[in-house]
């Protein structure tokens, strides 16, 4: 079995692999920068498996920021019935494009 890990970023929990892209909400890194996140919540490598209460201890997660992009447009609307009240509301998030580099 492979290594992975499942890490908890932006109030959403990701399975990763070393090798894997992901899509992430906005990180404060630079492109070509590096990124150490700790907020692991279970680390397997390939015949143990370690889960933490919240977060397993001393595991971390390094991922090489390839690049920034906004993600799809989402759209919130919400009318009352016969009333003529309605609110249109639209929002982009901003996501960070990252390689899963190492596991430990």
């Given at each position: ?17 070393v ?7 906005k ?12 907020t692991?919540?279970?680390v ?25 992009k ?35």
């Amino acid at each position: 079995m492979e290594q992975y890990a499942v890490l908890a970023t932006g109030g959403k929990q990701v399975l990763v692999k070393v090798g894997d892209k992901i899509e992430i909400e906005k990180l404060s890194v630079n492109p070509g920068e590096e990124a150490v996140l700790d907020t692991v919540c279970a680390v397997s490598d390939g015949t143990t498996l370690k889960v933490g209460t919240p977060y397993v201890e001393g595991a971390k997660v390094t991922l090489s920021v390839d690049g920034v992009k906004r993600g799809p447009k989402v759209i919130n609307f919400k009318a009352k019935r016969r009333k003529g009240a309605r609110r249109k509301v639209g929002h982009r998030q901003d996501l960070t494009i990252a390689t899963v580099t190492k596991i430990a």
